[in-house]
């Protein structure tokens, strides 16, 4: 037997195309006008980065230019590798966009589904927010202006405040006779588990098919999820999580000691501890020592097996 291949989609155009529309995202807002951005000012590299983000998503019908000249700013990040991301600054515009309350599963209930399993996959999905369509009323909402003229997004953008929400809902409904069976999802995060190797080929066979059966794309990567690597034997640390630990420099005050403690808290699992109080809790001149004793603790279970996220260690 073989798996069905897969793929990311070269453009929406043919994914339209379809009998079956790809789901759509209304925006709500609180005023009758969205409000407008200040355009800000854009390096030479800024500007070519803009004008080959522009030609990319216009070819693959991600945008659209509009006559318009208002819309939200675009601003630049620089990416680990040293490249630079565009983000478009919707904040204004989330301020006055009702929120969509959805709610997402609980991460230690997600790891607590794994217990038992001997089988693990993951696949990423493709495109995420890009695979979910604005309805056609409320494209001029996600507008975005750069020196380059104005665009209206098709696709529900990255910025949007309910964006992570809208495509929650959208995976959930698709795989909802499959959640907690064999199948758990987390925004892009597919998460297969089985008992057996040819349990374990049926179910990333459905949960293929039942991918393509949406016009929804896929690739597959390595075994992690959430920041926790997962196997049979229990949960363990990510290792660049464990590296981070390790090179963590020695705080010199009370808020670079607090930036490690809600570092440490995602690994609340691990360590049956509450940091904040324990931070409060302490006098001045031993807050410095937590830093080095909860270093330890942490770097001991980066081989650790920890087959039940209900049962931390203690400290």
Not at 262 to 286: D, E, G, Q, R, W
Request: net charge positive; with cysteine.
């Amino acid at each position: 037997m073989e798996l069905p291949p897969l793929s990311c989609h070269p453009s929406l155009e043919e994914k339209w195309d379809e009998e079956e529309e790809p789901e759509e995202i209304e925006t709500v807002l609180k005023v009758l006008l969205p409000p407008v951005g200040v355009t800000y000012s854009l390096s030479n590299k800024e500007s070519e980065t803009l004008w080959a983000h522009i030609s990319e998503n216009v070819e693959k019908g991600f945008i659209r230019p509009i006559s318009s000249s208002t819309g939200a700013p675009v601003l630049f990040v620089k990416k680990k590798d040293g490249g630079l991301l565009l983000c478009v600054d919707y904040h204004k515009l989330n301020v006055v966009t009702r929120k969509k309350r959805y709610p997402f599963p609980p991460m230690k209930q997600l790891l607590t589904i794994f217990n038992g399993s001997t089988m693990f996959s993951k696949i990423d999905m493709c495109g995420t927010y890009n695979l979910l369509r604005i309805k056609e009323w409320d494209k001029h909402l996600a507008s975005f202006g750069a020196k380059y003229g104005s665009y209206d997004y098709l696709v529900m953008p990255f910025s949007l405040t309910n964006a992570p929400s809208s495509f929650q809902n959208l995976i959930n409904d698709i795989f909802s006779d499959f959640f907690g069976i064999f199948v758990v999802v987390y925004l892009d995060d597919i998460r297969l588990f089985s008992s057996s190797e040819e349990e374990h080929f049926k179910h990333v066979v459905s949960v293929l098919q039942r991918l393509r059966e949406n016009n929804l794309f896929s690739k597959a990567s390595s075994v992690e999820y959430l920041g926790y690597v997962v196997s049979s034997d229990g949960l363990k640390m990510d290792s660049s999580k464990f590296q981070q630990i390790i090179n963590w420099p020695q705080p010199k005050s009370i808020k670079a000691l607090q930036s490690f403690v809600v570092f440490a808290n995602f690994y609340h699992c691990f360590i049956k501890i509450t940091l904040k109080k324990l931070l409060l809790s302490l006098p001045s001149s031993k807050k410095t020592l937590l830093l080095s004793s909860m270093r330890k603790l942490l770097v001991s279970f980066k081989y650790s097996k920890n087959p039940s996220p209900l049962l931390p260690a203690e400290l």
